[in-house]
């Protein structure tokens, strides 16, 4: 089959059992892996983007040929960047200097502009946290109004939790049979989880959210310390889980070498969830996970440095 553009190998990815692993961890259960790392821009976000733009573009929001303008750790920004380069919108991406330069340089290849936003005053490179992403949304907010841009907002545009909720959950659901009994993820927009707890909710599947142990950590693109996320509210969820940034990146590596899977720092914080959840309140159960992204995204940080 012969795709009219790049767009229509959105979606559809591959759910891959861990059976590997959970045999090399001891486990009473399965955990099963979303492929959305294999997206076009290499992350779930292209899902969202793909949505918020055509959502935009139907209802009259976004004009034809008319600039795009979102803030991002480098996911998002690299689904709108391969989005409205297909659809002619000039994209302009605002993203904090503490992001993987990795991120910056794709979606500059693809056509984007990128502002990098300096980080607030104590922050570490490679670890952005809710100050740094307060300084990158004033700079959206400032070159919005500047540009008469059409603002992505990925942490308040309902079609980034719908992208979910009639894609990602539904197509877990009918790859694994109906044989999973929960979900977790970890949190950025809540898009992902929001989306994904509404439909599994009415399978009787309990979604769990994954946060960070502190407000500084490496698992970039989420875990901002941000209480009141729209896309969560009313969401329901079983429970939270804590993942610190040294078990996010021992998962991720155990994810490449037992079962031959790249992806970053919020993979291996979502199989840390998944580990949790059969440790405890799901033992015996099926936990679905997302592998978010590419650890192609993270080669210039600690995430592969020393590994075994």
Known sequence: MI?????????????????????HLGLDGRILAKCDYLSPGFSKKDRAALAVIQSARATGDLAEGQTVVELTSGNMGTGLAIVCGIYGHPFVAVMSEGNSPERAAMMRALGAEVLLVPQADGSARGEVSGADLALVEAAAQTLTRERAAFRADQFVHPSNPQAHETGTAPEIWEQSEGSVTAFCDFIGSGGTLGGAARFFASQGVKSYAIHPDTPTHPIQGGGYSMPNLAHLKGVPLAGTLTVTG???????????????????FSAGANLAGAVQ?????????TV???ICD???KYLSTDLWDDTP
Do not use: C, M, W
């Open 294 to 296: 590419s650890g192609l």
């Open 246 to 264: 040294k078990a996010a990146r021992e998962h991720a590596r155990l994810l490449a070498r037992h079962e031959g899977i790249f992806g970053g």
């Open 3 to 23: 795709l009219p553009d790049i767009t229509y190998a959105i979606g559809n990815s591959p759910l891959v059992a861990l059976d590997r692993l959970t045999a």
């Open 288 to 290: 679905a996970i997302v």
């Open 277 to 285: 959840l059969l440790q405890d309140s799901e033992q015996g159960g």
